[in-house]
């Protein structure tokens, strides 16, 4: 119940496309759901993240889209770069201990932008 | 500090020797992370602090391994009697109390020999 699934493993995409990452989660408990960004030798750095009271959430040329229903959200990249190359990290998170949250994790993609 | 900080950044160590990581979390986050991820895999929960205690140990892969942390700072994960299994890159991040989002360190990449 504390998984998240992720996928693709791997993706490849020409400069100016527009990859898509989906992720799909079962505990319903989760009310938080953030994407991370990490680049080689760095670690994960928190991009966009969304509640699921919202369908969809926009940062620049990152977009989540949330389906409550369906329990899965997904990050799309418009206009993708080559510096947009790097392993992006779904989660998702319930409140815990009253103090904190502790973020579960999908299995991580990784993205290259062809120049 | 300005971010979280790991140390050392690399560390080979000989299979069966111990081992001290260590991570020094942003000033003033009271909650703190231990993560491993393996090679192109994702990232392990292994252990969380509120202040000093550690309510969920859950994560940790084995009684080799253990974490401590003191003065609501700085936290060391030890793992006693490497094994190769134990390679990987070692990651902590800190939040503050209620934070919903983690700062990440860069890492410790452990390799057992």
């Known amino acids: 119940q504390q998984q998240v699934k992720q996928s693709p493993q791997s993706l490849i995409v020409q400069k100016g496309g527009i990859p898509i990452i989906n992720c799909a989660y079962e505990?319903?408990?989760?009310?938080?759901f953030p994407w991370y960004q990490q680049f080689p030798g760095k670690g994960p750095a928190l991009l966009i993240a969304?509640?699921?009271?919202?369908s969809e959430k926009k940062e620049g040329r990152f977009t989540i889209s949330f389906n409550k229903s369906a329990k899965q959200f997904s990050l799309h990249i418009m206009d993708s770069q080559p510096g947009d190359s790097a392993t992006y990290f779904c989660a998702a998170s319930s409140e815990y201990s009253g103090s904190a949250r502790q973020l579960t994790f999908g299995s991580g993609t990784q993205l290259t932008v062809l120049p | 500090g300005a971010g979280v900080s790991q140390s050392p950044s690399n560390k080979v160590t000989e299979k069966g020797k111990d081992v001290e990581l260590r991570c020094d979390p942003i000033s003033g986050h009271t909650a703190l992370y231990w993560y491993r991820q393996s090679l192109g895999q994702g990232l392990e929960f292994l252990i969380y602090f509120q202040g000093n205690s550690a309510p969920d140990k859950s994560g940790l892969p084995s009684d080799r391994f253990s974490a401590e942390r003191t003065g609501g700072s700085v936290s060391t994960l030890t793992i006693q009697r490497t094994q190769q299994e134990d390679s990987a890159v070692y990651l902590c991040a800190s939040s503050p109390a209620g934070g919903r989002s983690y700062t990440f360190g860069s890492g410790t990449r452990l390799t057992v020999v």
């Open positions: 505990n319903t408990a989760f009310d938080y």
């Open positions: 969304i509640r699921p009271d919202v």
